[in-house]
């Protein structure tokens, strides 16, 4: 399961730790995409 469906289900993590240069999509990229999402993540970029 990757990072932004265990969010999207639900689930909410204490602590992300992303790498900018990630495989599928780079980290500026997943932190636009949390910010976008209806999820209640409560975070710090």
């Known amino acids: 399961m990757d990072a932004m469906s ?6 909410i993590p204490d602590l992300i730790i992303c790498d900018i240069l990630m ?3 780079n980290g500026y990229e997943f ?3 949390i910010r976008s999402s209806d999820c ?3 975070y710090h970029f």
Request: proline share 7%; glycine share 6%; net charge neutral.
């Open 31 to 33: 932190v636009k995409q």
């Open 23 to 25: 495989p599928e999509m």
């Open 40 to 42: 209640s993540v409560k």
């Open 6 to 11: 265990y969010i999207q289900d639900g689930n």
